[in-house]
């Protein structure tokens, strides 16, 4: 069946820095992949999206890449903000056969951005 | 405009209560879910509407009844909850089954 791994946090990172949180993902064919960002309080936030191998996704600064020679789908900023404080969850979507695209969940990174 | 609302952001109930969650969108999307979050885990699937019909059921228990009233709304009827049904209940539209999900706010539901 269809997997998806990500890094374990919590992560925790001084404003600015340089931000690498890697998903690699487990799937018999074609899948779409996805990063949700979930703020305290609140549901999940599409953060950006790709649907085929090398399709590279990106908003708000934050950038990832289909890679399909190495499962991965890495999500990166080059300096984050305080508010970037959130858990960060990467998907995949693949239809298993029975004609429903159904969303497979990582288990969550939460990133703590300090002053 | 990609907004997915929820009513209400906070319920308590008691396990005699009955009490229904609302979701709605207006974007023209044909497939709803439910999902349930626990705390410091991913949502979990609960129902999939595909043009108003029930086209997933992940074995939910029938204290939890889904109903979709029409394409643009969709509820979840709760009787006779348990305490460790306590969660953060998500409502999700897309296009179709087979295109992006859109979140809503979710309800942060407690039962005592």
């Known amino acids: 069946g269809n997997s998806v791994t990500q890094m374990e946090g919590p992560v925790t990172l001084s404003e600015e820095a340089f931000l690498t949180i890697n998903c690699t993902y487990t799937?018999?064919?074609?899948?779409?992949l996805f990063w949700y960002v979930q703020y305290p309080g609140e549901g999940l936030q599409l953060l950006l999206k790709?649907?085929?191998?090398?399709d590279k996704g990106s908003n708000k600064g934050f950038e990832a890449t289909y890679r399909k020679e190495t499962t991965s789908f890495h999500l990166e900023k080059g300096s984050v903000q305080v508010s970037d404080s959130a858990v960060y969850f990467c998907a995949l979507s693949e239809d298993p056969g029975a004609g429903s695209y159904q969303l497979t969940f990582g288990k969550g990174t939460k990133l703590s951005v300090i002053p | 405009d990609t907004e997915v609302t929820q009513t209400p952001k906070h319920l308590v109930m008691g396990m005699t209560n009955k009490k229904s969650l609302k979701c709605e969108q207006h974007m023209g999307h044909r497939a709803m879910y439910w999902y349930k979050q626990k705390a410091k885990k991913p949502p979990e699937l609960m129902f999939v509407?595909?043009?108003?019909?029930?086209?997933i059921n992940e074995s939910v228990p029938s204290r939890f009844s889904p109903e979709c009233p029409n394409s643009s709304l969709l509820n979840l009827h709760l009787h006779a909850l348990q305490p460790e049904d306590s969660a953060l209940y998500l409502c999700?539209?897309?296009?179709?089954?087979?295109?992006?999900?859109?979140f809503g706010p979710g309800t942060r539901l407690t039962v005592l």
């Open positions: 999700a539209s897309s296009p179709d089954r087979i295109h992006t999900q859109y």
């Open positions: 509407y595909s043009y108003e019909k029930l086209s």
């Open positions: 790709a649907t085929k191998a090398d």
């Open positions: 799937a018999t064919g074609y899948p779409s």
